[in-house]
């Protein structure tokens, strides 16, 4: 069964540090994505950053970088220069395929990161 | 510009009462979904629908079931409201296709249902 684990449940960082946030995978399918979500204090989901299983080339947008290392099966987010905005859960998920191409996303544990100012 | 929406942001029900959270999309989409969302266990998935009238159960489909009559809207009914159904709910919607599914879901605000 196709599984997300990320192990830390909390973080700090001080403000305009870069920070990584873990998240493994565990999947027998050679085509998956990889997605990561913040959710801030309000509660809505935001979606960060995607990787595919065949991306060349990690996944980057603005200040979030995806450190992608299929052969250990693992996808951390980077978030350089923290802002006190950032502070929020954030979840690491994978993208579960199906034959009807549609897709359903399983969920890792999350991470609460804090800014500190 | 609000694209999922869920009918209520805070809600409180008594044990054994019938409970309807109602979640409504306008960007067409085919697939819908709903989560539950706990502290430690992150979103687990209670139901999907890929199609008008077609459901999928998730991973934790007990004590709950849906409703999908139109493409836009997807309903969770608890059947028989109990305590450990207090959680915060979240509705999500997606396209099909190969060539959408970079852009993962798209979520509501969450609704967080309370059971006394």
């Known amino acids: 069964a196709q599984k997300i684990t990320q192990t830390q449940p909390g973080m700090f960082v001080q403000e305009k540090e870069a920070v990584t946030l873990d998240c493994t995978y565990d999947?027998?399918?050679?085509?998956?994505?990889l997605f990561w979500y913040k959710q801030p204090s309000s509660g809505e989901m935001i979606f960060l950053i995607y990787?595919?299983?065949?991306?060349?080339q990690n996944a980057t947008e603005g200040r979030y970088s995806l450190n992608f290392q299929k052969a250990r099966k693992s996808a951390n987010l980077v978030i350089s220069a923290s802002q006190l905005g950032d502070s929020a859960m954030y979840f690491c998920?994978?993208?579960?395929?199906?034959?009807?191409?549609?897709?359903?996303?399983?969920f890792g544990s999350g991470t609460r990161l804090l800014v500190r100012p | 510009d609000v694209k999922v929406t869920q009918s209520s942001r805070y809600l409180v029900k008594r044990t054994g009462e019938k409970v309807f959270l109602e979640c409504v999309q306008d960007?067409?989409?085919?697939?819908m979904f709903w989560y539950r969302q706990d502290p430690g266990l992150g979103l687990r998935l209670i139901y999907f629908?890929?199609?008008?009238?077609?459901?999928e159960k998730g991973d934790i489909p007990e004590g709950y079931s849906v409703s999908r009559e139109k493409k836009e809207r997807f309903s969770l009914i608890l059947e028989s409201a109990s305590t450990n159904q207090t959680s915060m709910y979240l509705c999500?919607?997606?396209?099909?296709?190969?060539?959408?599914?970079?852009?993962?879901?798209?979520f509501g605000s969450g609704t967080r249902l309370t059971v006394v």
């Open positions: 990787q595919g299983s065949y991306d060349q």
């Open positions: 998920a994978m993208r579960e395929p199906r034959m009807d191409s549609s897709y359903k996303l399983i």
């Open positions: 999947t027998s399918d050679p085509s998956y994505g």
């Open positions: 629908s890929y199609d008008v009238k077609m459901k």
């Open positions: 999500a919607s997606s396209l099909s296709g190969q060539a959408k599914i970079n852009y993962g879901y798209t």
């Open positions: 960007m067409d989409h085919e697939n």
